[in-house]
């Protein structure tokens, strides 16, 4: 129902700044709650981000709570996730996600795209 597209990931020194971008087509997005989630190479998928359908109730991760900032523009149809101070460790695959008003679950997803934190 809904087609999200990823992309800004790239290669950045730790401490550098990168902001992630998630078009989303096929439907509006206004109705929906958003996520940016994050997968690193041999390890678990993990939770990032979340962002309520109003933009007014936000929800991150510990390990990246103060650095990364998640925001959506309704009217353009995406979502962004704002990454400062970033850390090797923040090194993964970033998928953002979208999740209906009265879905308990992210159903739909993104293909992902590349952040790469170097020291």
């Known amino acids: 129902q809904v087609q999200l597209v990823e992309s800004g990931g790239g290669l950045v020194q730790a401490g550098g700044s990168l902001r992630l971008s998630c078009a989303a087509s096929g439907r509006t997005i206004s109705s929906y709650a958003m996520g940016w989630f994050r997968q690193a190479p041999g390890k678990e998928r993990e939770f990032v981000a979340g962002i309520n359908w109003s933009g007014d109730t936000l929800n991150y991760a510990y390990s990246v709570r103060g650095r990364f900032t998640i925001s959506r523009d309704n009217a353009k149809n995406t979502v962004y996730l704002q990454m400062n101070s970033l850390k090797v460790e923040d090194t993964a695959v970033y998928s953002c996600?979208?999740?209906?008003?009265?879905?308990?679950?992210?159903?739909?997803w993104g293909q992902g795209t590349q952040v790469t934190v170097s020291s």
């Open positions: 996600a979208a999740r209906g008003a009265t879905m308990p679950d992210y159903d739909y």
